[in-house]
């Protein structure tokens, strides 16, 4: 039997080793953490999004109750709908015009001109605000091929609206939003940004890749993406109330988490923890455990274990506590 990593050691090593540099530097990581006789799913998520949230982290939360989680188009919007968009675009203006030499305004009200109230703090011409503005938008945002073609477009919109801050920019930020967290029902909307195409199960991979290089540029130190998989695992014992998930749903849900492991390249300052009980590791191939999945199992697993010590930074973590 591997010994158990209690969880505030666990949270120590996590917060040290990760969230207070690795994270911050550009670094990414994905952990599973398996619940043996411990606190309840639940619990352990808010921990960690406490833990995440202390050290200036965009956390995002994601239970496999209420989430597809077997639909990376569906963790897409559930991370996009948590999303302050106005609050960040502020920041990645505020950032552009500090690098373009322009003294930062006070708090700018939601609707309100951004260009304005920058040229009043900076004691300069509107137009000329407008003018440097736009052009490094274009060149720090636009031209920025971190973030997939869409995703720039639409980060770019909203820069420009909140520059003008008139009522049709207000109208064309809610269409945006609409869209990126799939509740756009006519796409027409957004043809004059030129973006022509639904976030859907195929690109919605690189639109969450491109979220959390964006989250970078906002300049915040980085994201905890916190999944909660107790629903998914527990299956037909599972609560009745929320998401039901078939095997083959369950292996596609493995398949998503395998294939955020390697893409790991090509995450930016982000940090996935996966949250189960111990059916997870249910050695049963008829079950729903790890073993069902042998790509995701290879991955994970830890095929070495120290009987009497646990790793707190291994890539799968049993929580817990000796009786």
Known sequence: MTELIDLDTWLGYISDEYFRGYIPEGGASVKIAVLENATTTADIVEAVRTRATQHRLTTFQIDSRDVKVHMIDRVFFACASQVPWARLTDYVLRRLASDEGFKSPGEVAPGASFAE???ISSNVDREFVLQSLNKSIHDHVYRDRSMVRDFRLAMRQLCRNRLTGSSSSVAGNAAIEQWLTGRLTRMSELKEMSIY???NRTNARLHLES?????RVAKIDGT???I????LVN???ADTDGERYSRAALLDA???L???IDSIDDLEGVMIICIAGAAILDPDRRGRGLVTYQALRNRAYDEVRDRTHGNPVGSLVRIGSRP
Not at 228 to 231: D, F, R
């Open 197 to 199: 195409s639904k976030i």
């Open 117 to 119: 109230a920058l040229a």
């Open 258 to 260: 395998r294939q955020f």
């Open 254 to 256: 493995y398949e998503v």
């Open 211 to 215: 979220l959390f290089h964006w989250i």
């Open 224 to 226: 905890a993406l916190v």
């Open 235 to 237: 299956g037909s014992t």
């Open 228 to 231: 909660n998989l107790e629903q």
